[in-house]
Antibody
Framework: EAQLVEYGGGSVKPGGSLTLSCAAS????????MSWVRQAPGKGLEWVGR??????????EYSAPVKGRFTISRDDSKNTLSLQMSSLKTEDTAVYYC???????????WGRGTLVTVSS | EIVLTQSPATLSLSPGERATLSCRAS??????LAWYQQKPGQAPRLLIY???NRATDTPARFSGSGSGTDFTLTISSLEPEDFAVYYC????????FGGGTKVEIK
């Protein structure tokens, strides 16, 4: 059974940077596309971006609100997914979930999430 | 961007009743639609993908239908654990989620 554990969340000031990580286990990480999905407090779900498999080119895709500010990477040797966030805005405040992404972008497995708070 | 509109925003029903949730896309997404369930304080869980395929461990009382722009999630007989928020999500062009439908106990 796939297990995903996010860590690295915390409080940061607007304009600051933060890196989230996700430790994956229970499946062959290198064979799976991975995504980040976020949820602002009391709000709905928002897809942040994803990374394809390394064998597939490791291409990344991002939603419009984060493109140019966020970078997704993966380390298949450590079964770890990362999300580097810079130029953070108050509207980036959310719980960030690490997910497995299959077929047409369906989010099959989810971590428990890590909270990022952007506030002065 | 493809916009998904879910209705109603809130559905008040009693255990044992049938729940019908709607998701409408702003343009055709074929059958590239998923449904998720989220309970308070928990991560979402995939229920249905490709509009009508149940994910692993999804009970048979959950069914999905539709194609093109109109989709439905039906819960045939609500169990106490089914009261939650449900989101639809499309994978036809980038990925977007609907705003959610809360199924609450009447």
């Amino acid at each position: 059974e796939a297990q995903l554990v996010e860590y690295g969340g915390g409080s940061v000031k607007p304009g600051g940077s933060l890196t989230l990580s996700c430790a994956a286990s229970g499946f062959t990480f290198s064979n799976v596309w991975m995504s980040w999905v976020r949820q602002a407090p009391g709000k709905g779900l928002e897809w942040v971006g994803r990374i394809k498999t390394t064998a597939g080119g490791g291409t990344t895709e991002y939603s419009a609100p984060v493109k140019g500010r966020f970078t997704i990477s993966r380390d298949d040797s450590k079964n770890t997914l990362s999300l580097q966030m810079s130029s953070l805005k108050t509207e980036d405040t959310a719980v960030y979930y690490c997910t497995t992404d299959f077929k047409q972008g369906y989010q099959g497995s989810w971590g428990r999430g890590t909270l990022v708070t952007v506030s002065s | 961007e493809i916009v998904l509109t879910q209705s109603p925003a809130t559905l008040s029903l009693s255990p044992g009743e049938r729940a019908t949730l709607s998701c409408r896309a702003s343009q055709s997404i074929s059958s590239y639609l998923a449904w998720y369930q989220q309970k308070p304080g928990q991560a979402p869980r995939l229920l249905i993908y490709d509009a009508s395929n149940r994910a692993t461990d999804t009970p048979a009382r959950f069914s999905g239908s539709g194609s093109g722009t109109d989709f439905t999630l039906t819960i045939s007989s609500l169990e106490p654990e089914d009261f939650a928020v449900y989101y639809c999500q499309q994978g036809s062009h980038w990925l977007t989620f609907g705003g959610g439908t809360k199924v609450e106990i009447k």
